[in-house]
T-cell receptor, first 113, second 105 residues
């Protein structure tokens, strides 16, 4: 299966700052990447679908101006949490794949103080 | 609304066979996926498909709108969160809320 990496694995930032999370597909040309968020004791929830070379599509209730997604190449998608607030503290995880199977990155733990 | 349902917790004893049930209301979804997730790590695909299948100690039953994950000879190290998911062709997976498995010795 595809190998997906994320960077950073964890980050602590102050309220009001922006944080960028990278998702890389190491051995797979990822036309589409998916970004999920998991709050404590809750399920993985799809935030947005990132499409290479075009705008991302966001799930209902996810602010596109707050969670900026860039997918400029077939191996890299970035999620930028702008003006982060403590309620944005969560586990962010990306995935990619084809044929119905998804390969996940190890996730990024974001803590906003 | 497209949703996937599974129990929040399941408890078992070492050596037993554990069953985690899942059903969905997702239109045009034919495949089930079962993932194992340890906090802080990438979810790991255990078994998937649109028919009963087996991968090592993991068995998957299949009905059109439901599936069960069977873990054979369960161990304490199997204690984790198990996610059931399904999708329509070409779209992101829709996950259930996860089932936390506890295993007692």
């Amino acid at each position: 299966g595809a190998v997906v990496s994320q960077h950073p694995s964890w980050v602590i930032c102050k309220s009001g700052t922006s944080v960028k999370i990278e998702c890389r597909s190491l051995d797979f040309q990822a036309t589409t990447m998916f970004w999920y968020r998991q709050f404590p004791k809750q399920s993985l929830m799809l935030m947005a679908t990132s499409n290479e070379g075009s705008k991302a599509t966001y799930e209902q209730g996810v602010e596109k101006d707050k969670f900026l997604i860039n997918h400029a190449s077939l191996t890299l998608s970035t999620l930028t949490v702008t003006s982060a607030h403590p309620e944005d503290s969560s586990f962010y995880i990306c995935s990619t794949g084809t044929g119905g199977e998804q390969y996940f990155g190890p996730g990024t733990r974001l803590t906003v103080t | 609304k497209d949703q996937v349902f599974q129990p929040s917790t399941v408890a078992s004893s070492e050596g037993a066979v554990v069953e985690i049930f899942c059903n969905h209301s997702v239109s045009n979804a034919y495949n089930f996926f079962w993932y194992l997730h340890f906090p802080g790590c990438a979810p790991r695909l255990l078994v998937k498909g649109s028919k009963p299948s087996q991968q090592g100690r993991y068995n998957m039953t299949y009905e059109r709108f439901s599936s069960s994950l069977l873990i054979l000879q369960v161990r304490e190290a199997d204690a984790a969160v198990y996610y059931c998911a399904c999708n329509q062709a070409g779209t992101a997976l829709i996950f259930g809320k996860g089932t936390t498995l506890s295993v007692s010795s």
